[in-house]
């Protein structure tokens, strides 16, 4: 068992464990393919884990990497810009690499060609995944050096973050983007046609695109008829025109940002720092759709895996890469099916040096009385955080912990959650305020809600601790804080 004496810092939650074959590819394309150059990684973070629903890195660790990438910048303004486009490099080689075969009838292939198959799909997603934490290692730092800059040139606090937010708008219309301007289409097909079955062939249209925007990474479930029907009621109940009108305004303030640039007569520097910025933000959303699109269309690939080698889907993306290409070439599972079932109920898988030792069991949870501290919260009624998207408005608090947990939230609710993924946008757009305890001023929260027009209040840290469901609230980005009341 791993006896850590290290001091580690969470830096990401999502409520529960990721699979571990994702964060075992991320634990392998750190150890080999961390810069710019497959053959010369260039930073190597030597200490990583997923624990109690966390990614955490050695907190050493942590600042060596952020040091790294701001002095990469710092030196050389527009350098994380250069990283960010290999990142989306690697992605989509990923994407071209699986719509490749996507389509194959695996169960008629031989063992080999799976086996040659996983593999590559392994190597491209290692590669890929080396960059996981790059945006948010950046947001760490590059937000604030441009907010600085913006604050020296405009004293009102509220129009310095309305520069901000234009400056910082994404150009690339993602599919969650698209998804939902269509979406849009479709209510406006209904106000004006009503039910019938052109809907029904318009709905199935939409689900062929884009019903793997329900599912996030290897867990969710896909978009169905009955979620988008539920969705366009929910646009027709805000106004089709009021939501369209949403979308015109964040092509008026991509139209506004060279103006800005003019007027706010920015340095060089910081023209490169938000391009840089832009391009990680844009990066970092693009992956969400990616990867999930991936693990969607090669599930008839890890399906055939799995019944060859006797075990559930389920208990296979419980596996490490190696174990499976080391199982598929004897021809038999290398681990016992109760090992399997017992990192289906939870595992920790965790990286020291060059080492990757996975607990489950009670190994894991020795591990986890020593590692994980027990933490109150009384007596808390505000929290400050970065404002991300302007308002004040009030409301009840929904806790989203997990995806699962999205449904609870009702039009105008405070959803709270310890960040948010494109599989809660449908939440995200009943909601009347976003706080998150995580990300910055790039994270997907800060970017969703700008696009959605609502309040939103990011790095809150301990908002999902504090709160609790059917709490009134406050949330006032102006002063930066959410309020009990």
Same mark, same amino acid.
């Given at each position: 068992?791993?006896e850590s004496k290290l001091i580690w810092e969470e830096i990401?939650?999502?409520?529960?464990? /990721?699979?571990?074959?994702?964060?075992?590819? !991320?634990?392998? #394309?750190?150890? !080999?393919?961390? #810069?710019?150059?497959?053959?010369?990684?260039?930073?190597?973070?030597?200490?990583?884990?997923?624990?109690?629903? &966390?990614? =955490?890195?050695?907190?050493?660790?942590? &600042?060596?990497?952020? +040091?790294?990438?701001?002095?990469?910048?710092?030196?050389?303004? #527009?350098?994380?810009?250069?990283?960010?486009?290999?990142?989306?490099?690697?992605?989509?080689?990923?994407?071209?690499?699986?719509?490749?075969?996507?389509?194959?009838? =695996? *169960?008629?292939?031989?063992?080999?060609?799976?086996?040659?198959?996983?593999?590559?799909?392994?190597?491209?997603?290692?590669?890929? =995944?080396?960059?996981?934490?790059?945006?948010?290692?950046?947001?760490?730092?590059?937000?604030?050096?441009i907010f600085a800059e913006i604050a020296k040139k405009e004293?009102?606090?509220?129009?310095?973050?309305?520069? @901000?937010?234009?400056?910082?708008?994404?150009?690339? *219309?993602?599919?969650?983007?698209?998804?939902?301007?269509?979406?849009?289409?479709?209510?406006?097909?209904?106000?004006?046609?009503?039910?019938?079955?052109?809907?029904?062939?318009?709905?199935?249209? /939409?689900?062929?695109?884009?019903?793997?925007?329900?599912?996030?990474?290897?867990?969710?479930?896909?978009?169905?008829?009955?979620?988008?029907?539920?969705?366009?009621?929910?646009?027709?109940?805000?106004?089709?025109?009021?939501?369209?009108?949403?979308?015109?305004?964040?092509?008026?303030?991509?139209?506004?940002?060279?103006?800005?640039?003019?007027?706010?007569?920015?340095?060089?520097?910081?023209?490169?720092?938000?391009?840089?910025?832009?391009?990680? !933000? *844009?990066?970092?959303?693009?992956? +969400?759709?990616? @990867?999930?699109?991936?693990?969607?269309?090669?599930?008839?690939?890890?399906?055939?895996?799995?019944?060859?080698?006797?075990?559930?889907?389920?208990?296979?993306?419980?596996?490490?890469?190696?174990?499976?290409?080391?199982?598929?070439?004897?021809?038999?599972?290398?681990?016992?099916?109760?090992?399997?079932?017992?990192?289906?109920?939870?595992?920790?898988?965790?990286?020291?040096?060059?080492?990757?030792?996975?607990?489950?069991?009670?190994?894991?949870?020795?591990?986890?009385?020593?590692?994980?501290?027990?933490?109150?919260?009384?007596?808390?009624?505000?929290?400050?955080?970065? #404002?991300?998207?302007?308002?004040?408005?009030?409301?009840?608090?929904?806790?989203?912990?997990?995806?699962?947990?999205?449904?609870?939230?009702?039009?105008g609710d405070i959803l709270i959650a310890p960040a948010t993924?494109?599989?809660?946008?449908? !939440?995200?757009?009943?909601?009347?305020?976003?706080?998150?305890?995580?990300?910055?001023?790039? *994270? /997907?929260?800060?970017?969703?809600?700008?696009?959605?027009?609502?309040?939103?209040?990011?790095?809150?840290?301990?908002?999902?601790?504090?709160?609790?469901?059917?709490?009134?609230?406050?949330?006032?980005?102006?002063?930066?804080?959410?309020?009990?009341?």
């Open positions: 068992m791993a990401t939650r999502r409520g529960e464990n /990721h699979a571990l074959l994702l964060i075992d590819t !991320a634990m392998e #394309g750190f150890m !080999a393919f961390l #810069g710019l150059d497959f053959n010369k990684p260039e930073f190597k973070p030597q200490n990583f884990r997923q624990l109690a629903g &966390a990614r =955490w890195f050695g907190s050493e660790n942590l &600042a060596d990497f952020c +040091d790294f990438f701001r002095k990469k910048e710092l030196a050389n303004p #527009g350098a994380l810009l250069e990283y960010a486009n290999e990142y989306k490099r690697r992605i989509k080689q990923l994407k071209d690499f699986v719509l490749q075969i996507k389509d194959l009838n =695996w *169960s008629e292939q031989e063992t080999e060609v799976l086996f040659i198959n996983f593999s590559e799909y392994l190597a491209c997603t290692r590669k890929m =995944w080396a960059f996981a934490y790059n945006a948010i290692i950046t947001n760490k730092f590059l937000p604030d050096l004293p009102n606090i509220n129009k310095q973050n309305e520069d @901000f937010n234009i400056l910082l708008q994404l150009e690339d *219309s993602s599919e969650t983007r698209q998804e939902k301007f269509f979406l849009l289409n479709l209510a406006k097909f209904v106000e004006d046609n009503g039910y019938n079955q052109e809907l029904e062939n318009l709905v199935s249209t /939409h689900l062929c695109k884009f019903a793997y925007l329900g599912q996030y990474y290897f867990r969710g479930e896909l978009y169905n008829k009955d979620i988008i029907l539920e969705r366009i009621k929910e646009v027709l109940n805000n106004g089709v025109e009021n939501e369209l009108q949403k979308i015109k305004q964040l092509e008026n303030d991509l139209s506004k940002r060279e103006l800005l640039i003019n007027e706010l007569d920015l340095p060089e520097n910081i023209l490169k720092y938000i391009e840089s910025a832009r391009a990680q !933000a *844009s990066a970092y959303s693009l992956v +969400d759709e990616v @990867f999930t699109f991936t693990v969607v269309n090669l599930k008839p690939l890890f399906n055939e895996i799995a019944r060859r080698l006797g075990m559930s889907y389920k208990q296979l993306i419980e596996m490490r890469g190696v174990e499976i290409l080391d199982s598929l070439n004897r021809g038999e599972l290398i681990l016992s099916l109760e090992k399997l079932n017992e990192r289906v109920i939870e595992s920790a898988i965790i990286l020291e040096g060059n080492k990757v030792i996975v607990l489950s069991g009670k190994k894991l949870e020795e591990y986890k009385k020593q590692e994980l501290k027990i933490e109150k919260y009384e007596n808390i009624i505000e929290l400050s955080g970065q #404002g991300a998207s302007p308002g004040v408005i009030t409301g009840i608090v929904k806790l989203v912990l997990c995806d699962a947990d999205a449904k609870k939230v009702n039009k993924n494109p599989t809660l946008v449908p !939440a995200m757009e009943r909601a009347g305020a976003i706080v998150t305890d995580e990300g910055g001023l790039l *994270s /997907h929260a800060a970017i969703v809600s700008r696009e959605l027009g609502i309040p939103c209040l990011v790095g809150t840290k301990i908002g999902t601790k504090v709160f609790k469901d059917g709490d009134i609230v406050e949330v006032d980005i102006i002063n930066g804080i959410i309020r009990k009341l």
